[in-house]
């Protein structure tokens, strides 16, 4: 069995699957020599035109030779861009690109000054150069892949693996194009120079040049060169293939002369065979022989739109439109100006983009020579795309994942083994766009695979930098032990015992600390917790301490109200209980026991009350603030009355006052008017059961309403009793005692004033015990005895000082407690009546 070497010397070739036969259309631009255009004004320059990023070298304003470095870099594919021609840098900005979107990419614009001067070039022969410096003089030129790929040479030219087969690509399949096809007609010996560089680089076993067989002048230009080379014949050959579209892609060519498949996602390095189209090798033999970077290449102009069709010599940066103003374009209505061959190419949006290194062809069909654009129909799933395609991959598959924007799943179905061909929409009967579908879905994965390099990188470098800061802490920790013990192995003991000492007293302070804040924390607690603590603000201090005056004025009202009552109604039943003789004198001498006990009970009821209660005041204090005028005007209304204390308080001192009533029964004494006369006046008139009793807790309206309408009735029995039993002249000095009383202004326009006048029930019972009053008086006119003047003098005293409680509570705001009071008055004055009339009997 033949080895693949010896297949390769006869010639054997093997059939490559898919592909079509599209019309050539060669004839209309390769009929003429390579050719040059004037020089235009104007060149845009593209930064980087290909490999890895740049930087400039030149900013706005310098003067550039042709061919001089317009960038720096570093990288291993990093390739510079040179001045096309010798200028003025006009501009860096961004430009429109040389691409199917027309993105803009950041561009040098140069101005030509028509001098077309060169820079410094240095020419060398290739036995004075080692492959080192002759791949570093290939990157410094800037030489791409000229087949349209534009792949940095200088790396295929430094594989990792032996190459064992050179194939030079001069297939240039793609109906219109015939750059390759003219190029090796007029510079075949340039061309098989370049392929001699190569393979001093590569040292190969065999090197094949592949052309079709539809350019058979260029077959016989390329053999007789291969003649006049230095090679061995036995090593380089030209091969010639059958004319079949897409041939010249790398890795059909490579299975049509070897018939191997290169893997998907494998390059042929790995199979031991290299591909360089013959532009490329052109290029290469000008670089490291003459010292020329790239700065042209041979530029298909065809259509025929085109007036002067042909193949031309274009300086890298050249804009499309004046380079179509050059060959006399002359456009359509409509007219499309396509970037390379029919099948590969893309239409432009915009003509003022550059030549790059990968234009071989700018095609101008008119509109009998393309079709117009067809809407696109639903797939009918004929397969025609699967039988065409020269990768062996299912274009129908790749659409519908491609269209649903399923981009992984496209991916699984090997897209990016697509070499964008055509093929599939060349015989696809829908007219469906599926190269366009295919270059979409690739861009997606494309950039999503740069998206997570890039979040791989930084998670990286946030790694690295967490690391590098925990390196840094460690090192600091260990540095500060070392740097410790030092001090300490250096230290003598006086130090080391004030070291000590200092340590004491820093945990000592560190302590004391600690129990300060917590105590802090715990009355700051206690203060919050307790609701009748008060705060440290000012306002807060006085609203408690109003809060408290005035519920001790309104407890000392209220007791002194139903004291006042209690006493009245003692003298006036004792009064009437003496001087009548049908009046049952146990129950006199009851009555004459509950007042007194009630105004003892009274007493201590207060004394307790401002016991138990915590948020009352001193009596001393309360005392104080409530006299005070500032104290009592401003805190009327500073809290709410504990209503519920006061009247449990009022209760238990009743409840108490029943028991020590029911104990004295037996005891009581023969004259029970006169002793409970003398108590009802000192209860009257001591402090404690007035002044202070006020303070204890407000009054039962209910139990005081009873209490008052008790009073009122045994002033009317009083009164009836005497009308009976009155003298000729009983009344006289009672009648002065009561007009004195009436006309008293502490005894009635005080009370009156310390009443409201809408309290209804107060006026009209003052009303009836004034005109009682009256008639007792008119008919006891003359029958006034000495005792009168006694009884007189104690009610007087009475009168007083229920004056003097009620001047004292004026400012007090206690509406019906005053009324009460004035009510208690009237009641008095009413008593003070009847007793005059019993004593005259």
């Known amino acids: 069995m033949l080895t693949l070497l010896e297949q390769l010397d006869k010639?054997?070739?093997?059939?490559?699957?898919?592909?079509?036969?599209?019309?050539?259309?060669?004839?209309?631009?390769?009929?003429?020599?390579?050719?040059?255009?004037?020089?235009?004004?104007?060149?845009?320059?593209?930064?980087?035109?290909?490999g890895q990023l740049a930087t400039m070298s030149v900013k706005v304003g310098d003067h550039v030779l042709k061919g001089q470095a317009l960038t720096e870099g570093a990288g291993f594919t990093y390739l510079p861009v040179h001045a096309p021609t010798s200028g003025v840098v006009v501009a860096i900005e961004q430009h429109n690109s040389n691409h199917a979107s027309t993105l803009p990419v950041l561009s040098c614009i140069i101005e030509a000054d028509g001098q077309d001067t060169w820079c410094e070039l240095i020419p060398n022969q290739l036995e004075q150069l080692s492959k080192s410096a002759i791949l570093d003089k290939i990157k410094q030129a800037g030489i791409a892949g000229m087949g349209g790929a534009a792949f940095p040479s200088h790396v295929k030219l430094n594989p990792a693996s032996e190459i064992d087969l050179v194939i030079i690509n001069g297939v240039e399949c793609e109906p219109y194009i015939s750059a390759d096809d003219r190029l090796m007609r007029d510079y075949s010996d340039e061309i098989l120079t370049g392929i001699s560089i190569i393979h001093h680089l590569l040292n190969p076993q065999r090197i094949v040049i592949a052309i079709e067989d539809n350019k058979p002048e260029a077959a016989k230009a390329m053999q007789a060169a291969i003649t006049r080379s230095t090679l061995p014949n036995d090593i380089i050959r030209v091969t010639v293939i059958p004319t079949k579209y897409p041939s010249g892609g790398e890795k059909q060519l490579i299975q049509i002369i070897t018939g191997k498949e290169v893997p998907s996602g494998a390059i042929p390095a790995q199979l031991g065979i290299v591909m360089h189209n013959v532009g490329t090798a052109y290029a290469i033999q000008e670089a490291v022989l003459q010292g020329k970077p790239l700065i042209e290449r041979v530029v298909t102009f065809t259509g025929e739109r085109v007036g002067k069709p042909g193949n031309y010599w274009l300086r890298i940066g050249t804009t499309v439109a004046d380079a179509l103003n050059q060959v006399n374009f002359a456009p359509d209505n409509g007219q499309k100006v396509i970037v390379g061959g029919p099948m590969m190419g893309y239409a432009l949006a915009d003509l003022d983009v550059p030549?790059?290194?990968?234009?071989?062809?700018?095609?101008?069909?008119?509109?009998?020579?393309?079709?117009?654009?067809?809407?696109?129909?639903?797939?009918?799933?004929?397969?025609?795309?699967?039988?065409?395609?020269?990768?062996?991959?299912?274009?129908?598959?790749?659409?519908?994942?491609?269209?649903?924007?399923?981009?992984?799943?496209?991916?699984?179905?090997?897209?990016k083994d697509c070499i964008e061909c055509g093929c599939c929409s060349y015989v696809c009967p829908s007219d469906i766009p599926l190269v366009e579908y295919y270059r979409v879905a690739k861009s997606a994965l494309k950039n999503t695979a740069e998206e997570k390099l890039q979040a791989e990188r930084a998670k990286q470098r946030f790694e690295v930098r967490l690391q590098r800061l925990e390196d840094e802490k460690t090192a600091r920790e260990e540095k500060s032990k070392q740097a410790a013990a030092k001090r300490q192995a250096n230290m003598k003991s006086s130090d080391k015992d004030a070291v000590a000492a200092a340590m004491a007293r820093i945990a000592a302070k560190k302590a004391q600390t600690a129990d300060a804040t917590k105590d802090s924390v715990t009355t700051h607690t206690n203060i919050t917790d307790a609701p009748s603590v008060a705060v440290d603000s000012p306002d807060a201090k006085k609203t408690a301490v109003s809060a408290a005056i005035e519920r001790a004025k309104a407890k000392k009202a209220a007791i002194a109200a139903q004291s006042l009552a209690d006493k009245q109604a003692d003298v006036t039943e004792a009064t009437a209980d003496h001087s009548a003789d049908n009046i049952d004198d146990k129950k006199a001498k009851i009555a004459a026991a509950v007042a007194r006990a009630k105004a003892k009970k009274a007493a201590l009821a207060n004394e307790s009350a401002a016991t138990d209660n915590p948020a009352e005041p001193d009596s001393a204090v309360a005392a104080e603030a409530i006299n005070s005028p500032s104290a009592t005007n401003s805190s009327i209304n500073a809290a709410p009355i504990d209503d519920k204390k006061a009247k449990i308080a009022a209760a238990v001192a009743k409840a108490k006052a029943k028991k020590a009533a029911l104990a004295n029964e037996s005891a009581a004494t023969d004259n029970p008017a006169e002793s409970d006369s003398a108590v009802t006046a000192e209860a009257i008139n001591s402090p404690s059961a007035t002044d202070s009793s006020i303070n204890v807790a407000p009054v039962d309206d209910k139990k005081a309403k009873i209490a008052a309408a008790v009073a009122k009735a045994k002033a009317k029995k009083a009164a009836l009793a005497n009308e009976s039993a009155a003298t000729d002249n009983p009344a006289e000095s009672d009648s002065a005692v009561t007009a004195e009383a009436i006309n008293s202004p502490s005894a009635t326009d005080s009370s009156i004033n310390a009443a409201p006048v809408d309290d209804k029930k107060a006026k009209i019972a003052a009303a009836v015990a004034k005109a009682k009053a009256k008639k007792a008086a008119l008919a006891n006119e003359l029958t006034q005895t000495d005792e009168s003047a006694v009884s007189s003098t104690v009610v007087n005293q009475a009168i007083k000082t229920a004056s003097d409680v009620d001047m004292t509570n004026s400012e007090a705001p206690i509406d019906d407690k005053k009324a009460k009071i004035a009510a208690a008055v009237a009641k008095a004055k009413a008593k003070k009546l009847a007793n005059s009339a019993k004593q005259e009997e």
Do not use: M
């Open 11 to 50: 010639g054997h070739l093997w059939r490559s699957p898919g592909g079509i036969h599209p019309p050539e259309l060669k004839t209309l631009s390769n009929q003429s020599v390579i050719s040059s255009l004037p020089l235009p004004s104007r060149f845009v320059v593209p930064v980087p035109l290909v």
């Open 355 to 415: 030549i790059l290194k990968g234009t071989n062809c700018l095609l101008t069909p008119s509109q009998a020579e393309i079709a117009p654009d067809a809407d696109e129909k639903a797939c009918i799933r004929c397969g025609e795309c699967a039988v065409a395609c020269p990768a062996l991959l299912l274009p129908q598959q790749l659409f519908w994942h491609a269209k649903a924007e399923e981009y992984d799943k496209a991916a699984s179905f090997n897209l």
